[in-house]
Structure formats: C-alpha cells, structure tokens
C-alpha cells in the first residue's frame, strides 16, 4: 500500500474543517471555491485537484463520515455489542464531531446525509427483522424498517440539533428503551 503524503492529509483536512467553517456562518450556496481556498489557506487548484466542486467534497466528508459509522456496526457486531451499547459508541461519535453534524443538520444539504444515514440503518437493521414475530401478518416487514430507521434519524437529528441536551450514554439507553419496548422485542 502507498503511502500517503502528509501534505497532501493536512491540504484536504484543511479544505474539510473550512467548508464546515463556513457552512456555520453561511448558506451553502452562498459559499464559493475561492472561500474554502481563502480559509483553508490552499489555492484554488488544490481543492480542484481532490475533488470536483463543492457539491462533490461535501458529499465526501459525509461518506467519510457514513463509513466511519458502518465501521462502528462492524465492530459492535464482531464484539458482540448490544443494541444500547452499540449506540452509545455512534452517539460519543456524533458528539465528537458536533460541529460538522450540527452545521450539515442546519444546512439545506443535509438531506443527502439523511439519506445516507437512513440506507446505512436499513442494511444494519433489514436482516434483524424476525419475519414470525410479524402479528398475524398484519404489518408489512418494510414498514416496521422504515418506523425504527426515521425513529432513530429523528432522534439523532433531534439531539444534535437540540444542542446535545443528554450525554451519549443517556440518549441511548433511552432510544433503546423506546425501540424494545415499542418495536424490538416485538418485531426483532
């Protein structure tokens, strides 16, 4: 494997931290190339050089960001984590990283993210779903999937953009109480 020159690293963290920067302060539409370079302190070219346009780095830091918590269920799983235990680990994650998700989640890009968030808990949650707890076949498999993964977006959603008024631990165990009772002991 290659390795990766350091300041080729440092250019595109530097070029990520600015368009989070400045997303905080303005409307995404609003913010140029020349702005990431200015607050980056990079030239144009560099940016150019790694990714396409804005549109196009942006939705690699939120993929960065979707494999970082797809790596998290692997890991959960092979450690053969809980279900509360398991999202303790993503919330400490979005909490470490409050500013970004907090800026995306006020900004009009985050549907993108949602919807990356949203098929990542489908293919972690699709194959939990015990099909013979389904009551008497009145509820349909994917209608339970999509009730537990817009429950838990939401819960996300809701938490950061509320300024994180629980610690990671605390929202949860309580997103977990809610789900075994209401869905998971039920369903999965």
Same mark, same amino acid.
């Given at each position: 494997?290659?390795? +990766?020159?350091?300041?080729?690293?440092?250019?595109? !963290?530097?070029?990520?931290?600015?368009?989070? #920067?400045?997303?905080?302060?303005? &409307?995404? $539409?609003?913010?140029?190339?020349? @702005?990431?370079? @200015?607050?980056?302190?990079?030239?144009?070219?560099? *940016? /150019?050089?790694? /990714?396409?346009?804005?549109? $196009?780095?942006?939705? &690699?830091?939120?993929?960065?960001?979707?494999?970082?918590?797809?790596?998290?269920? #692997?890991?959960?799983?092979?450690?053969?984590?809980?279900?509360?235990?398991?999202?303790?680990?993503?919330?400490?994650?979005?909490?470490?990283?409050?500013?970004?998700?907090?800026? %995306?989640?006020?900004?009009?890009?985050?549907?993108?993210?949602?919807?990356?968030?949203?098929?990542? %808990?489908?293919?972690?949650?699709?194959? @939990?779903?015990?099909?013979?707890?389904? *009551?008497?076949? !009145?509820? $349909? #498999?994917?209608?339970?999937?999509?009730?537990? +993964?817009?429950?838990?977006?939401?819960? +996300? !959603?809701?938490?950061?953009? &509320?300024?994180?008024?629980?610690p990671p631990r605390v929202i949860a165990?309580?997103?977990?109480? %809610? %789900?075994?009772?209401?869905?998971?002991?039920?369903?999965?």
């Amino acid at each position: 494997m290659s390795k +990766v020159d350091r300041r080729i690293t440092k250019s595109q !963290e530097a070029i990520k931290k600015a368009v989070i #920067e400045l997303m905080s302060e303005k &409307k995404f $539409d609003d913010i140029t190339i020349q @702005d990431i370079a @200015d607050r980056a302190n990079v030239n144009r070219g560099t *940016i /150019y050089l790694h /990714y396409l346009d804005k549109y $196009d780095l942006l939705d &690699k830091i939120i993929d960065e960001h979707i494999n970082e918590l797809r790596r998290m269920c #692997e890991s959960a799983t092979e450690m053969n984590l809980d279900f509360v235990e398991s999202n303790v680990e993503w919330f400490e994650y979005f909490e470490s990283n409050y500013s970004f998700f907090s800026t %995306l989640l006020a900004s009009s890009q985050a549907s993108y993210f949602r919807s990356q968030f949203l098929q990542l %808990l489908i293919e972690e949650i699709k194959n @939990d779903i015990d099909k013979t707890k389904l *009551i008497n076949g !009145e509820l $349909d #498999e994917e209608v339970i999937l999509q009730f537990i +993964v817009t429950s838990f977006v939401g819960i +996300v !959603e809701w938490w950061i953009t &509320k300024g994180m008024p629980y610690p990671p631990r605390v929202i949860a165990v309580q997103l977990g109480i %809610l %789900l075994d009772r209401g869905i998971y002991n039920t369903f999965l």
